[in-house]
């Protein structure tokens, strides 16, 4: 194949592959892979929002996630991050709530309200805690070993923590499929299971495709840019915590900076 392979990290790829109503068995594989959810429902998989947004209101890039509905209603949110982000986890519970409280209206009751479920898929470390690559999170007391409810879950998985070669499970052949970059590494994850083997298949026509290839481009540019400008605001914001005296591993807790950055 000439042409270089598109890469699935790519939020804008990840949807094209994932947020189409006519891959649904894809995202349903890749679905039961990460969740413990009963098999009936993924027999109905409904994309919320299947359009590619390319800007928010305030002129920032919009998050190019996938948000579907399954067959009982439950709600959930997949989306892939390349670029560490400061207040990640608060962001993630912030947007976590709104999955609930758009599901309510004035004078409705509580008992409309069903599960939701945001799956954040990282190429960067989040998760300092420990070294597992898929951390499960829940409304959980950890001292009477108790659930207060299953209404919210998170899910994080990390890609730098997963194994070259996996650990065997669908879970760590799907996230090798993301991480692929040659058409070889394809074609082995593509002998695992069916739904690995269409999802390569779309993959290659993707990147194939040139209008697509142009798409990806304009959107890796715009994401490098945003990236660029944050990363500056972040540095003018750490020059100032140094000149008035603020600790170096304060500056970077806050910014999300190395040392490197913060001294440069």
């Known amino acids: 194949m000439s042409n270089q392979i598109l890469s699935p990290r790519s939020d804008f790829i990840f949807k094209l592959i994932f947020g189409s109503q006519a891959n649904a068995d894809i995202l349903a594989a890749l679905l039961q892979s990460i969740l413990d959810l009963p098999e009936s429902e993924y027999d109905t998989l409904t994309i919320i929002d299947p359009h590619l947004r390319r800007e928010s209101a305030d002129g920032k890039m919009s998050i190019l996630d996938v948000k579907l509905r399954t067959k009982s209603g439950r709600i959930i949110d997949i989306e892939i991050e390349v670029s560490g982000i400061p207040e990640m986890r608060e962001r993630v519970v912030y947007y976590t709530a709104r999955m609930i409280t758009d599901q309510i209206s004035k004078g409705e009751s509580y008992s409309v309200i069903k599960k939701v479920v945001s799956i954040i ?38 890609l730098p923590k997963l194994a070259p070669d996996g650990d065997g499970t669908e ?38 495709d040139e209008q697509t290839r142009l798409l990806y481009e304009a959107h890796e540019k715009a994401r490098r840019d945003e990236v660029s400008r944050t990363r500056g605001a972040l540095k003018k914001v750490a020059k100032a915590m140094l000149i008035n005296g603020e600790p170096i591993e304060k500056i970077m807790l806050y910014t999300g900076l190395s040392q490197e950055e913060v001294d440069s």
């Open 121 to 158: 898929i990282t190429d960067y470390i989040l998760i300092n805690e420990n070294e597992m690559y898929h951390n499960r999170y829940s409304l959980f007391d950890k001292m009477t070993n108790s659930e207060f409810t299953d209404i919210v879950e998170v899910d994080v998985i990390e």
């Open 171 to 208: 879970l760590s052949d799907w996230m090798r499929f993301m991480k692929s970059d040659t058409e070889e590494e394809l074609s082995m994850l593509a002998q695992k299971s069916a739904p690995l083997n269409k999802a390569v298949g779309v993959l290659l026509d993707l990147s194939a």
